[in-house]
């Protein structure tokens, strides 16, 4: 079977003894001792390869640290942690440039030629990313750090609290005093910080913050919206989804999208997507997801993808809607990603079923099944490159525009981070290692 070529449908002839008289058959004439299913290398023509370097990394939680990434790729290095220190190697060659530190822990971020980190006692610490040498550590302590952002002036660090710490020499500007730990990401906005806590009362809920960037000062509140799905600096706005509206047992099914204006907190606009209207197939189902690409805002059914001009009102008659789907028997495929490299991604959700479908954005009915031979860990669409990692420690490297199987590679581990790329080579985060090896010259060509 040659590389690319869609999933084949096999057919099996049952009667044995049509086979000859050679053909041993321990079932008797129409025995059927033999049960022949997925029987098909579907990546027989693709060639291993191995990594150009590899690399120990450890000390980090290796579920939840690595799928959020414990690497970056930039300058043509990689920074990493092994065993509580900061270390650079080439990106090329994998070979170490310097190391800095210990007792470090995750996370990382890098910015203007520094890289920031954070020790187990809460001393944050600024790196020269060339050299190694440190710039600056803080002299206040900020233990348990889950988020570092960089602004024009300001290290943005969130713990309980969000903390701002001068990018010249580290000294803490502010810390927020807001009651409540906060928890989620932190986004900057203007000269505002939008942040989430958790609130306890008679029940808990999510409340939004507007910090002012300059003093922490709280300038807004907004109860019950989920993390910012897109934000237009030219109006000074963003978008939410109201979590509110999914667990209300007075309203239909579907989905609220909140307009906020940042300055001020002020709700502008509220978008509703009731599912029994909207919902291709008739009934009412929750929508899973939210998201925003290219002017568009799209809703996950499951194996439904909706999507509607960002700022069109999807109960009038005009507005244009697209449905991306798996035909024919869908109901075993999820949304798994997308819009990327043209395509909307679903997987299967069949345990005795791998398979891989892209949905071209630009020919709804046009589906590509992509071949691969056991359970998906994860997948990335990185540049025009399909990085797909098996549970069965196997990387299969793929060019989606053309459906073709570029090599495999095996890896050490079955637990993946993002797929890194800088300086023209492809960096894998696993259990305990990182790999790379050069991107495909095909996928560099099509850039």
């Not at 939840?64 to 970056?72: E, K, Q, S, T, Y």
């Amino acid at each position: 079977m040659k590389n690319g070529s869609l999933f084949v449908i096999a057919v099996l002839a049952v009667g044995l003894g049509v086979l000859g008289a050679g053909v041993a058959d321990a079932g008797g004439l129409n025995g059927q001792s033999s049960y022949i299913g997925d029987n098909y290398d579907y990546l027989n023509d693709a060639k291993t390869v191995e990594p150009t370097w590899t690399v120990d990394m450890s000390g980090f939680d290796p579920g939840f640290d690595l799928n959020n990434g414990v690497a970056l790729a930039e300058e043509g290095k990689v920074f990493y942690l092994n065993q509580g220190q900061l270390l650079a190697v080439s990106v090329k060659t994998g070979k170490r440039i310097w190391k800095y530190g210990s007792g470090l822990k995750l996370p990382l971020v890098y910015a203007d030629g520094k890289v920031y980190a954070a020790s187990g006692d809460g001393t944050v610490y600024a790196v020269n990313a060339t050299t190694g040498k440190r710039i600056w550590a803080s002299s206040t302590k900020q233990p348990d750090v889950h988020q570092f952002t960089v602004t024009n002036d300001e290290l943005i660090s969130v713990s309980d609290h969000v903390y701002a710490y001068r990018l010249s020499d580290g000294k803490r500007l502010w810390r927020d005093d807001y009651e409540f730990p906060a928890f989620g990401t932190v986004t900057v906005m203007g000269d505002v910080l939008v942040e989430r806590h958790e609130e306890s009362g008679a029940y808990l809920y999510d409340m939004t913050l507007g910090l002012d960037r300059k003093t922490g000062k709280v300038l807004w509140k907004l109860m019950d919206i989920g993390e910012p799905l897109y934000v237009n600096e030219a109006k000074g706005t963003f978008m939410a989804r109201h979590l509110d509206y999914i667990f209300a047992l007075d309203k239909p099914e579907g989905a609220a999208v909140k307009t906020v204006d940042w300055r001020t907190g002020k709700v502008l606009k509220t978008t509703e997507y009731e599912s029994a209207k909207i919902n291709p197939n008739g009934k009412q189902q929750i929508i899973d997801s939210v998201f925003v690409s290219d002017g568009k805002i799209y809703l996950s059914f499951g194996i439904k993808v909706l999507a509607y001009p960002l700022d069109a009102d999807p109960a009038a008659p005009s507005t244009k809607k697209e449905i991306y789907w798996v035909y024919g028997d869908n109901s075993n495929v999820n949304y798994a990603a997308g819009p990327a490299a043209g395509k909307i991604f679903f997987v299967s959700t069949n345990a005795r079923s791998y398979r891989l479908y892209g949905v071209k954005t630009v020919d709804k009915a046009a589906v590509v099944g992509y071949a691969i031979d056991n359970p998906i860990a994860r997948f990335d669409i990185v540049g025009n490159g399909l990085y797909i990692y098996q549970t069965d420690r196997k990387l299969i490297v793929m060019n989606p525009s053309k459906n073709r199987t570029l090599f495999r590679m095996d890896v050490p581990a079955r637990a993946f981070g993002p797929t890194l790329r800088d300086s023209g080579m492809i960096v894998v985060q696993t259990r305990g290692k990182l790999l790379a090896f050069p991107e495909p010259a095909e996928l560099k060509e099509a850039q």
